[in-house]
Nanobody
Framework: QVQLVESGGGLVQAGGSLRLSCAASGRTFSSSAMGWFRQAPGKEREFVAAITWSGSNTYYLDSVKGRFTISRDNAKNTVYMQMNSLKPEDTAVYYC?????????????????WGQGTQVTVSS
């Protein structure tokens, strides 16, 4: 069994920054990608960013490129997402997820375990 616990969400003004963390426990993955998704009220859950196990490859939603940075510390089984220049449209619940088998890195069905989510609210 795997547990993913997100933290770091909150309320911030437009232009501000937040850093999300996701700690994995219960199992380690030797070659798993980890990702962040978000879901705004009334909308589908969408891909935001992902990183391969080695950290050598990262992937982003176009609208967050240049503002968000995903990283990971494998020794701590933790993935981070630094979010700068936040906009009101970034408001959502942010979820961390991990792949076990692998698959398309931007597709939510390719992820096997999910955290409970952390709320990010950006005020204008």
């Amino acid at each position: 069994q795997v547990q993913l616990v997100e933290s770091g969400g909150g309320l911030v003004q437009a232009g501000g920054s937040l850093r999300l963390s996701c700690a994995a426990s219960g199992r380690t993955f030797s070659s798993s990608a980890m990702g962040w998704f978000r879901q705004a009220p009334g909308k589908e859950r969408e891909f935001v960013a992902a990183i391969t196990w080695s950290g050598s490859n990262t992937y982003y939603l176009d609208s967050v490129k240049g503002r968000f940075t995903i990283s990971r510390d494998n020794a701590k089984n933790t993935v981070y997402m630094q979010m700068n220049s936040l906009k009101p449209e970034d408001t959502a619940v942010y979820y961390c997820a991990v792949q076990v088998v692998g698959g398309p890195i931007r597709v939510k069905s390719a992820y096997d375990y999910w955290g409970q989510g952390t709320q990010v609210t950006v005020s204008s």
